[in-house]
């Protein structure tokens, strides 16, 4: 049964980046709301702004963690869930900027029935997403990007939906 959950759980998260309706929508900005769907080529200071909608799943064990991101010129917004095994999932919103292969992001979370936010550092190379990981701060006893260490979790992608 818990193999089952498990695997309906990765299925849907799979299937949320593989969707084939259409994801772009006549708006010439992206919303907060809905910042993965309406992604659109827009006139950016009369000049196109390239849009890129990407997905990109982790599996650790039985652990999973699923990002959908669009990036729009060096803005990044997006979705970011983290469903470990038998535990209280993380499910939030992204916001940050790139430049050159680095992402810069904010993810703010719900757990446990409270908001909370962390810094994440993130590179996207050849349509590859890494991301720096994290440590407790023993000071705050809070979880942290650890700064000093390389990009160790690799983030496989999974059917990339728009770019333009």
Known sequence: ??????????????????????????????????TLAKAK????????????????????GKDS??????????KVTGQMNWFPYQKDSRKGTLDGAIKNDTIHAVWSFMQEGMMDTLKLGFQ?????????PLKINTKTGREQT???????????????????
């Open 124 to 132: 996207l190379k050849n349509g590859q997403l890494s991301q720096k």
């Open 65 to 74: 963690t699923s990002i959908e991101m669009v990036v729009h010129g060096n």
């Open 41 to 60: 080529d827009t006139m950016v200071n009369n000049s196109k702004a390239a849009v890129s909608s990407l997905c990109f799943l982790n599996t650790q």
């Open 1 to 34: 049964m818990k193999y089952l959950t498990l695997g309906c759980v990765i299925g849907l998260l799979i299937a949320s980046c593989s969707s084939p309706k259409s994801k772009t929508a006549g708006a010439d900005s992206l919303t907060n709301n809905d």
């Open 146 to 164: 650890d700064e000093s260490a390389g990009y160790s979790i690799i983030y496989n992608s999974s059917n990339k939906l728009h770019s333009h």
